[in-house]
């Protein structure tokens, strides 16, 4: 049987910051439904790569190429490095969500309206995307918290709602750098649970960088980077080589 094509396909990721090498070829491919966990010293070059693999930023040299649906393309996919700025800025916001470490919430809206807002900026009427909003915050535990801001809520109650927003819009991948880096290891615990549960649950897909092995672990795969290079790789060992 055919296996459907990787959700993600990095080849040969390069990418330098004056004389700093950050990535030096790197291959990778994330397929649905996998958590991934991204893994080394710090300066390594996991955020780099991650903001590569998201078109947040464009590598010196290779490609990445994306199957999600709906990317426009008649292909069955979209190369990712090779969109202008506005084009990628169209698929991080309608295909990709994105989670931060100190979750990025806008302090003068309120849990409901940081949610909303990607949907709204889709051209979504406000009420519609509020309402949605609204399931996102029930369905991640916040009911009862839709009008608070930033300064209202608990570290780990604003990374839920980051969380909801980064779901919003249904997302094919959601990507997340230390999105429980600045919490207690219970409270951390708990909103992992819920990133996972949210996307990896519903068949969606995370890939997440993490300096925190516990977090790692229960991902279903670790991808080690050294020096700008992919150095372990948990699924080669069940598929027979670095894919
Ligand atoms: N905008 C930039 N300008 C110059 N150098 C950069 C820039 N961004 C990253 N670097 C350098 O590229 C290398 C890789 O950085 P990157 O942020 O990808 O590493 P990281 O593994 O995510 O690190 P950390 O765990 O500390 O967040 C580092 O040497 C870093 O100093």
């Keep these: 049987m055919n296996r459907p094509a990787p959700l993600l396909t990095a080849r040969g990721l390069r990418k330098s910051y004056g004389t700093t090498h950050a990535l030096d070829g790197v291959d990778l491919t994330v397929e649905a439904g ?31 190429h994306f199957t999600g649906a709906g990317t426009g393309s008649t292909n069955g996919g979209t190369e990712v490095s090779s969109l202008n700025e506005e084009a990628r800025a169209k698929l991080r916001r309608e295909r990709l969500g994105f989670v931060f470490q100190d979750g990025l919430l806008l302090p003068e809206l309120t849990a409901v309206e940081n949610v909303a807002l990607p949907l709204m900026l889709s051209g979504v009427p406000r009420p519609a995307a509020e309402s949605h909003a ?7 535990g916040l009911e009862g ?38 919490l207690d290891s219970a409270t ?8 996972l549960d949210s996307t990896v649950g519903r068949g969606r897909t995370l890939v997440m960088v993490t300096h925190d092995q516990a977090t790692a672990d229960r991902c279903s795969r670790l991808v080690r980077v050294a020096d700008g290079r992919i150095v372990a790789d948990s699924a080669a060992a069940t598929t027979g080589g670095v894919r």
């Design 34 to 64: 996998e958590s991934v966990a991204i893994m080394g010293p710090s300066g390594s070059g996991k955020t780099t790569l991650m903001h590569i693999l998201s078109g947040i930023l464009t590598p010196d040299a290779g490609s990445v």
């Design 134 to 140: 609204a399931q996102w915050l029930a369905a991640l």
């Design 145 to 182: 918290m839709q009008t608070r801001r930033l300064g209202e809520l608990s570290g780990g109650q604003a990374q839920r709602v980051a969380i909801a927003r980064a779901q919003v819009a249904d997302p094919h991948v959601v990507f997340a750098d230390e999105p429980t880096g600045a």
């Design 188 to 195: 951390s615990a708990s909103v992992l649970g819920a990133l």
